[in-house]
């Protein structure tokens, strides 16, 4: 059973920055992609970015150019860099893993972890 556990939530100032974490473990030969989604209150599970082994990575067009993706594969541990952050941006934000990264950013994956937190106040 593959585990995904995020950190790095927090509360911010809007224009503030941020980097969340997420920890696999028991990923080796499983799926291909790991990513980021997000849930605000009353709003449907978003699909923020997706990124493959092989460092490609792909992103949902709200977070072009803000947000960052990356993976340090001999860890299994995928980071997502927040930056010029707004109160919309206000969210528990979920790391995601599949075989498709279609799937992440439709925010349909195979494994979800708990989610970790991110308040933007203005």
């Known amino acids: 059973q593959v585990q995904l556990v995020e950190s790095g939530g927090d509360s911010v100032q809007a224009g503030g920055s941020l980097r969340l974490s997420c920890a696999a473990s028991?990923?080796?030969?499983?799926?291909?992609?790991m990513g980021w989604a997000r849930q605000a209150p009353g709003k449907e599970r978003e699909g923020l970015a997706a990124?493959?082994?092989?460092?490609?990575?792909h992103y949902a067009d709200s977070v072009k150019g803000r947000f960052t993706i990356s993976r340090d594969n001999a860890k299994d541990v995928v980071y997502l860099q927040l930056n010029s952050l707004k109160a919309e941006d206000t969210a528990m934000y979920y790391c995601?893993?599949?075989?498709?990264?279609?799937?992440?950013?439709?925010?349909?994956?195979?494994?979800w972890g708990q989610g970790t937190q991110v308040t933007v106040s203005s």
């Open positions: 028991r990923l080796t030969g499983l799926p291909y992609y």
């Open positions: 995601a893993t599949d075989s498709w990264w279609e799937k992440i950013i439709n925010a349909r994956p195979f494994y």
């Open positions: 990124i493959a082994r092989d460092g490609t990575t």
